[in-house]
């Protein structure tokens, strides 16, 4: 099909020389002051001039800004958010041209180097309303610019940035309702749900309290200060949790959304209406196939949890060799008892944090004694403990007690979801874990309800449905890196995820946290779902207004997502 139309093009004179390119901002197609003061005319706010945070620092010797608010929040998920032009990771507000030259703003003015704008685009909408999206939809369509649907930028691939681009900020989205008899539009009246809508601006910290606040929990994103979107990318992509391996993944505990779609038609869906696009946007990647402006969760009855948490420092590799291996086959366990959770280990230490929900202590304390037991003997440096709490948000915040933190730094990350037969033969699982220099983080959000999900009820990839767990690795760059050091990083992440690769041949990986450098991306992140997912794409986005990295759709464009290549 794609040779194809590669032909097809080529038998088109003019076709190959003038490449359909976005117009991006200084090209002389951006649109002109008089065609930007009639789209003011339609918004609801002043149309915004997003800039990277650091700039309020700039010039040193006379900051334009309150450097000082910067300095203090550089780390904070939610002031990081409140920004429109600032991204979680400041690498993604930075631009690298192909030479090497680096356009940055670095909070360190003592660097030397000057502010520059990099890779945020200079002019969006801060949308308000339904309305507010839609023209601004209609207005980067007819120009055809490039368009950055940005929530809270916590994107791992810099999808939330792009140089010279359009801006759509869902930020200030923020209506909240909870209705325990919600019936979703086309349904009969006796089909109903205990939900809560979220606009696509609402943080999980945001959900979170609305859930309590009512009586119920919500399953959702988990870091400090709960900014990650409630209603943006983290349900597009899949959404993971501990809460998971009990209650689904983000995609399994949708009942409906609305979307705005490249048309300017804002639209219903779910399993009655619209259900192509309920099927692809539940898995199928965020900033593809329009932008969400509501999306509608199930709640569940909030029970109380037992909290399980560990730390060693091991006193030799041998030690750590046999805690590794008593811990890797105990992983399968985890949502079998529907325990989730998160785990960073190396051949030095292991750290974890596992919820038992619903769970007697009595119970948990029976199950996890043998191995706590093996922990305390292998180093005198082990904290062991388990620990009830009455629900989800006491156990939240005794886990994130403050909002910073996970932010605010340049890294890049790698991962690969590990199928659960791969514990069968988990030695090998073990040699390969203890073999990366720089650790690795195990997210325990697979197995339990999200394998017994249908793989075909939603377009995330069904790999998930037979991992065991998501396994993330990474690394970062002080800001000043020169461009070979950030490539040495980048280039030892590759090589780290290539010792994965070779644990899982031709394995899977998470959209939402993966590596920009997937040499397949169509197959890693979407499986064979990825044919439906891109004709379902094209049918609501049939010219290419959403394109993301490595998103359903991107191959057709060149690596910096504005030239469309066939
Ligand atoms: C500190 C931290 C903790 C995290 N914890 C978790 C976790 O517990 N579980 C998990 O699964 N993931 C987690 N993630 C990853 C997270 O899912 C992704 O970063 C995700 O992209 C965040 O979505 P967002 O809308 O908040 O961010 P953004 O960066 O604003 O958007 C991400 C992508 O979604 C698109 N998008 C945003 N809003 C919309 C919309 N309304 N309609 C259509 N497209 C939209 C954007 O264009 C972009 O492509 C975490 C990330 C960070 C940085
Ligand atoms: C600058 O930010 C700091 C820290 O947030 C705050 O205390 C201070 O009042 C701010 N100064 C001004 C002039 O707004
Ligand atoms: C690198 O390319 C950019 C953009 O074309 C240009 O502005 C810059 O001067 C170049 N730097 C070097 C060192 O050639
Ligand atoms: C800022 O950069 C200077 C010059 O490289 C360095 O000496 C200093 O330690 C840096 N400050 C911080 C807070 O990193
Ligand atoms: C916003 O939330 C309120 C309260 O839940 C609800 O009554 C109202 O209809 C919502 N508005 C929109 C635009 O969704
Ligand atoms: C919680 O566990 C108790 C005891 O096993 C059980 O009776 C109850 O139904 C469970 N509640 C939920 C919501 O799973
Ligand atoms: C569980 O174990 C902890 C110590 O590890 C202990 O303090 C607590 O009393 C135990 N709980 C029960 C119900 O046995
Ligand atoms: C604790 O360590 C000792 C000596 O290394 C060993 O003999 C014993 O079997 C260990 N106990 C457990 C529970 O691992
Ligand atoms: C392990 O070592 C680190 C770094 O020295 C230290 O911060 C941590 O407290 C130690 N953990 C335990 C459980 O002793």
């Not at 030397?112 to 945020?120: E, H, K, L, M, W």
């Not at 859930?211 to 119920?216: D, E």
């Not at 094209?538 to 359903?552: H, N, S």
Request: glycine share 10%; proline share 6%.
């Amino acid at each position: 099909m794609k040779n194809f139309c590669w032909i097809a093009l080529l038998a088109v004179p003019g076709v190959l020389s003038n490449p359909r390119c976005r117009c991006l901002y200084d090209d002389p197609c951006w649109p002109n002051d008089n065609e930007f003061s009639q789209l003011q005319s339609k918004l609801s706010q002043q149309l915004i001039s997003p800039v990277p945070p650091e700039s309020a620092c700039y010039p040193a010797s006379n900051p334009s800004g309150n450097c000082t608010d910067v300095e203090l929040n550089a780390v904070n998920g939610r002031w990081r958010s409140d920004q429109a032009g600032s991204m979680q990771s400041p690498n993604f507000e930075t631009f690298i041209f192909p030479n090497g030259t680096i356009e940055a703003c670095f909070l360190n003015t003592s660097l030397g180097f000057p502010c520059d704008q990099g890779n945020v685009p200079p002019i969006g909408v801060d949308a308000r309303t339904i309305e507010d999206i839609q023209t601004a939809v209609v207005f980067a369509a007819k120009h055809d610019l490039r368009l950055v649907v940005k929530n809270t930028g916590h994107d791992y691939l810099g999808r939330s940035s792009a140089r010279g681009a359009f801006m759509i900020w869902t930020h200030h989205l923020k209506n909240i309702t909870y209705n325990s008899n919600f019936v979703p539009e086309g349904a009969s009246e006796s089909e109903t749900y205990n939900a809560l809508t979220l606009q696509s601006g609402v943080q999980w910290f945001e959900a979170y309290d609305a859930a309590q606040a009512n009586g119920r929990m919500i399953v959702g994103g988990l870091s400090p200060g709960g900014s990650v979107g409630a209603a943006g990318g983290w349900v597009s992509g899949g959404g993971h949790s501990s809460f998971a391996p009990r209650h689904g993944l983000g995609v399994d505990n949708v009942i409906q959304f609305t979307m705005m779609v490249a048309s300017g038609e804002h639209l219903t869906a779910n399993t009655h209406i619209n259900s192509d696009l309920f099927w692809a946007v539940r898995g199928g990647g965020g900033g593809t196939y329009g932008i969400l402006t509501s999306v509608t969760y199930r709640t569940h009855e909030i029970t109380p949890l037992i909290g399980i948490f560990f730390s060693s420092n091991f006193s030799s590799p041998a030690v750590g060799r046999e805690v590794i291996s008593e811990f890797v086959k105990f992983c399968p366990k985890l949502p079998d008892l529907e325990w989730g959770g998160w785990t960073s280990l190396s051949s030095a230490t292991i750290n974890s944090i596992i919820v038992a929900p619903n769970a007697s202590w009595a119970d948990v304390n029976a199950t996890i004694d043998p191995f706590f037991n093996l922990l305390r003997n292998a180093s005198a440096d082990t904290i062991t403990s388990t620990i009830p709490f009455d629900g989800f948000s006491s156990w939240y915040q005794a886990v994130f007690p403050e909002p910073e933190g996970e932010v605010g730094a340049n890294i890049e990350i790698a991962s690969r979801l590990i199928p659960q037969e791969l514990f069968e033969d988990s030695e090998h699982l073990v040699e390969v874990l203890l073999s990366l220099p720089n650790g690795i983080g195990l997210n325990h959000v697979g197995g339990g309800k999200v394998s017994r999900t249908d793989p075909d009820s939603a377009g995330l990839n069904p790999a998930w449905r037979k991992a065991l767990i998501h396994a993330v690795l990474g690394g970062g760059w002080p800001e000043g890196a020169t461009v070979d050091e950030i490539r040495t990083v980048q280039q030892q992440i590759r090589d780290e995820l290539s010792v994965l690769e070779n644990l899982v041949p031709g394995g899977d990986s998470y959209f939402n946290e993966a590596s920009l450098y997937e040499p397949n991306p169509q197959h890693t992140f979407f499986g064979d779902h990825y044919e439906r997912l891109e004709s379902i794409k094209d049918k609501y986005d049939p010219l290419g207004l959403f394109i993301v990295a490595e998103g359903v759709g991107s191959e057709r464009w060149d690596s910096s997502l504005n030239c469309l290549l066939y």
